[in-house]
């Protein structure tokens, strides 16, 4: 019963450097997203997929990238790493969009340091 | 635009005593609301959540939750805490088709023995 299941889990970056954050999902879910979390705040979505092959910006996706080529996989990827990117990074999958209250299923998060 | 504002960052209470964790949100459109847990170091798990049903929304673990129209509110309680209550909980709106969850800044909450 896997679910949402991200890599690494703890990764420390030095500046400029880059690196892709895992996810996949086993739940044939058309919708999955990125989150971040920084210290005493809500999530934030950067970037979400409404299935594969498209994706679309969500409220902070400076400095990332994505790609949807399956229905399971959606990598997230830094390319210049920056030290307001420290943060931790969850990602997240439901079947329809978050909008009609369908539930959405996260992962266990990425913590990512840049120093 | 949506957004909530939860007006506790902290809230501690004894063990057996009633919670209370208290959310506004600011929509223009009928809301979807959400409560989720996070628990140390673990992704955030769903407890419940309104979508223009009955207004009162009962979730895990003995949560509930009222939507208020008239006072744009959505509060979470639970009768009784269990030490194992101890969590983060954010609340969390949405609006129909959109994509964009907008998420509150937390309320820890910390259960004394």
């Known amino acids: 019963n896997a679910g949402v299941t991200q890599t690494p889990k703890f990764r420390i970056l030095k500046i400029g450097q880059s690196m892709t954050l895992q996810c996949t999902q086993d739940m044939n879910h058309n919708y999955m997203y990125w989150y971040r979390q920084d210290p005493g705040m809500g999530l934030k979505l950067i970037y979400y997929s409404v299935g594969a092959g498209i994706t679309d910006k969500g409220e902070v996706p400076n400095g990332y990238n994505v790609s949807r080529s399956t229905t399971e996989d959606f990598p997230l990827r830094l390319e210049l790493a920056a030290p307001s990117q420290t943060s931790v990074y969850f990602c997240?999958?439901?079947?329809?969009?978050?909008?009609?209250?369908?539930?959405?299923?996260f992962g266990e998060g990425s913590w990512l340091t840049v120093v | 635009a949506q957004s909530v504002t939860q007006l506790d960052s902290h809230v501690s209470v004894s063990e057996g005593t009633p919670v209370l964790l208290r959310c506004n949100y600011s929509s223009s459109y009928s809301p979807s609301l959400f409560w989720y847990v996070q628990h140390p170091n673990k992704g955030l798990q769903l407890l419940l959540k309104?979508?223009?049903?009955?207004?009162l929304v009962k979730g895990i673990n003995g949560f509930e939750a009222e939507f208020k129209k008239s006072e744009t509110s959505f509060h979470l309680t639970k009768p009784s805490a269990h030490m194992s209550d101890a969590a983060e909980y954010f609340c969390?709106?949405?609006?129909?088709?959109?994509?964009?969850?907008?998420f509150g800044a937390g309320t820890r909450l910390t259960v004394k023995p």
């Open positions: 997240a999958s439901s079947y329809g969009g978050q909008g009609t209250g369908n539930t959405i299923y």
């Open positions: 309104y979508t223009s049903a009955a207004t």
């Open positions: 969390v709106v949405s609006v129909n088709n959109n994509n964009d969850m907008r």
